[in-house]
Each structure stands twice: as C-alpha cells, then as structure tokens.
C-alpha cells in the first residue's frame, strides 16, 4: 500500500508540472504583437545609450588632446614672444607691460561687467583716464629716473617741471580731470548705479595694477637679470608643484583651489629652490641680462656690454657633506639672493593664485577671459607673478642697492633744486670732499 501511494503522488507531481509548463508557454503564446514590439525598443534603447556613452567618451578624450595640443602651441608662442621682445630692448618691453597692463585690468572689470550697459556708457574711457592718472603717481624714480630723462632732453623742459619739480600737482590735476570727466559721463549717460560702482572699481585696480606695472618696469633697467629670474622662478616653482601634486598628492591644501595639495605645494617649493638656485649662477653670466640700462633708448636689439657687479662675481667656496666629504663649488653672491626670492615665489607669490581663484569663484567664473585659447585670460597666467613684481622692487631697493637708490634720490633732489640753491649745497659739501 505505501508503494502505491508514493507511486500516485509522484505521478500527480509530474501532472502538475506539466500543467504549469503547459500555462507558460501559454502565457508565452497569449503576449501581444506590441508588447514584443516594447521589448525590442526597450533592448535597442541600452544599446544606442552603450554607443552614446563610447561616442562621449571618445569625444571627451579627442576634447582633452586638443586642449592639449592648443595649451602647448601657445604657450610656446607665448615664450618666443617674449624672448624677442626681450631682445628688441627695454623700451619695447616696457611698453608689454603696459599693454598687459591694460588687458588685465579690463578683463578684471569684464568678471564684475555688464556689457551692454558698458557699451551704452563708453565707461572703458573713464577706465583709460583712471589709468593713465594712475601711472603718474608712480612715473618719477621708480618707472623712470631723473638722470634717464635727462639723456632725452636738456633741463629745465616742460616734461622734467610736470614729472619731477611739479609732480604732486600733475597728479592732482589729473585725478581732477577723472572725476570731472566721470561727472559728465553720469549726467550724459545715466545708468547711475553702474557707472558710480565701476568707477571705485576701476580707480583701486588701476592704482594697484600702474603699481605693479611700475615696479616690474624698474626691474627691468636695473637688468634684465632680475626681471627674467623673478618669472622663472615663479613660474618654475608653479611647475614643479603641479609635477610633485599629481604624482604624491593627496592632501587638500586651500578650498579656493581644489586641486592644490599641500604635498605639491611643499614638493614645489624643494624642487623650485635646488632648481632657481642653480639658474641664478647660469643666468648671471650672460653679460647683456646683468647690465643696467642706464639711458632710454629706441634702438633695437641693441648689445649690450659692461662689466658684471661684484654680486654676479662667482668663487670657489668649500662645502662640508659630513659623509660625503668636502666639496667645491664656485657661488657668487647673487645666488644667495636667488633663495630668497625663491623662498618668495615658493611660499608668497602663489597667494596671488588663490585670490585670483576668490575672485572667480565670487562671480562663478571659470576664466576671467578667453583670450588666450586653451589658457583662458592674461590674468589666469599672470596671478601668481604679481606679487613677484612689487617684491623685486622693494627687495631691490631696500636690500641689494639700497646705496645706489640713496644716490638717485639725492641726485633727483639736487636737480629739483635752482642755481643758487645747488651751488650752496655744493659749498656745504666741499670741505667734507676736501676731508676726504
């Protein structure tokens, strides 16, 4: 009896899944034409997104290489632009910065601009004003020297009386001229909300920026040296930190730059001192980077040949390595210096980046400016670089020629003087001569 019982169930199991196999296919049979249809579009859908998403990819990466390729291209034309006008001479590249000058400050105030009403106010000529009443403030001594202007002109000229006996009146008048000339514009144009906010801030960035311009521009005639070193030091400590953070980065380092690390910046700052201390004595021989310009000339390519300062002298100096023993190595007193603006351009100079950075992310922009493809605006390239410019100044005046700066102070003082005046200062000074 129990065999039979067994044999029962186990043929009404079998019954039953052939039944269920039967409702299946049955199932299978009863779906309609368009339910078929919606799987097929449904299948072609995930294949046509799969192929989408290879296209994006492919697309992204021929994207990336362009940029590439484009960021490369100019940045070589950049530099070979600026190794010739370097060569053409000091007068030439000093009107670059002034051109540079210029840029950056309209592509600062095209970030916080509104075109149309731009256009519609002709305000770019209130900026031009401003700037050019900026520079006056810094024109004598630190852009150019009385003994400078005196190889162009004889004494007593009308450009000698507005740029050095009657400066601070030439300044006043000037600013005068902007605010009358702002007032005009208001009246003629409307739109006062606008103009009246443009015009703070184009006087504050015209200050800071002529500043800048200014101190750049005296780097220049105290010798090429100073003005080529300050950028490559910047710019190879920007190289070396991109190197060192792409490779060992980890550590966030400031939210204004998200993809500044804190092992790139260190790593930067080591490689830019080995490498610009190095440069520095390589740069210091060439003879027509080390002299002064002390006349203002038009010539181009002009050659020139002095004898280098005892700062670019190298000699043999001993090195004890402890382990690795004593060794030689010829140092000359300017390479010293290299560290210290080095430290500069390592620690300092790329705070210019991160305000640069604020600045953008205030008014959430990606570049101020496309001026230069693949690099996006002058001011993207140069941020870091400007504060290098007011550190040469001072450093240079304060620290590695201060006697020289004392002397071209005195000399302008003395020429601001009349006749009488210079021949009493003149007895006041002969028995100290004599003395001497």
């Known amino acids: 009896m129990p065999k039979k019982r067994t044999q029962i169930q186990s043929q009404d199991t079998s019954q039953e899944k052939i039944k269920q196999n039967i409702a299946s296919q049955q199932l299978e049979n009863l779906k309609t034409p368009l339910q078929a249809k919606t799987e097929e579009e449904t299948q072609q859908k995930i294949e046509i997104e799969t192929n989408n998403e290879e296209l994006a990819q492919k697309i992204a990466k021929r994207e990336k290489r362009q940029e590439v390729k484009t960021r490369a291209v100019m940045a070589f034309f950049m530099i070979s632009t600026l190794i010739t006008i370097l060569c053409m001479g000091h007068i030439y590249t000093q009107i670059m910065i002034y051109c540079l000058l210029v840029v950056s400050i309209f592509e600062i105030l095209s970030v916080t601009d509104e075109p149309e009403l731009n256009e519609k106010t002709n305000f770019k000529y209130v900026v031009l004003i401003n700037l050019v009443s900026s520079q006056m403030i810094f024109l004598p001594n630190i852009v150019l020297k009385r003994s ?49 906010k443009g015009y703070g801030i184009s006087i504050i960035m015209s200050i800071l920026g002529t500043f800048v311009a200014s101190c750049y521009i005296f780097t220049l005639y105290q010798g090429y040296y100073w003005f080529v070193f300050g950028v490559f030091a910047v710019v190879m400590n920007d190289v070396c930190a991109h190197q060192v953070g792409r490779r060992f980065g980890k550590t966030k380092l400031i939210k204004l730059s998200p993809k500044k690390t804190v092992e790139g910046f260190l790593g930067g700052a080591f490689g830019a001192l080995l490498s610009n201390f190095v440069f520095s004595g390589y740069l210091g ?32 100096q001993a090195f004890d390595l402890g382990p690795f023993g004593i060794y030689i190595f ?10 210290a603006i080095s430290l500069y351009a390592s620690f300092i100079a790329p705070f210019g980046g991160f305000m640069a950075s604020g600045f953008k992310r205030a008014y959430k922009k990606k570049d101020f400016s496309n001026t230069i493809p693949g690099h996006g605006g002058f001011i ?57």
Not at 330 to 338: E, G, T
Not at 419 to 424: A, L, N, P, R, V
């Open 380 to 436: 993207d390239r140069l941020d870091c670089i400007i504060f290098m410019g007011c550190f040469l100044f001072f450093y240079l005046t304060q620290i590695v020629y201060k006697e020289q700066s004392a002397i071209d102070k005195a000399y302008k003082s003395f020429m601001d003087m009349n006749q009488i005046h210079q021949s009493f200062v003149l007895q006041l000074l002969n028995p100290q001569l004599l003395v001497a």
């Open 330 to 339: 010829n140092i000359s007193p300017v390479m010293y210096h290299a560290l």
């Open 148 to 196: 400078q202007l005196d190889y162009l002109f004889e004494r007593e000229t009308i450009y000698h009386k507005l740029i050095f006996e009657y400066h601070y009146i030439t300044v006043f008048a000037m600013f005068t001229f902007s605010i009358i000339y702002f007032v005009f514009n208001l009246i003629r144009y409307g739109n006062y909300q606008y103009q009246v």
């Open 285 to 316: 021989q060439w003879k027509w980077l080390v002299c002064q310009k002390p006349n203002i000339s038009i010539s181009m390519f002009e050659v020139l040949d002095c004898t280098a300062g005892e700062i670019f002298q190298s000699s043999p």
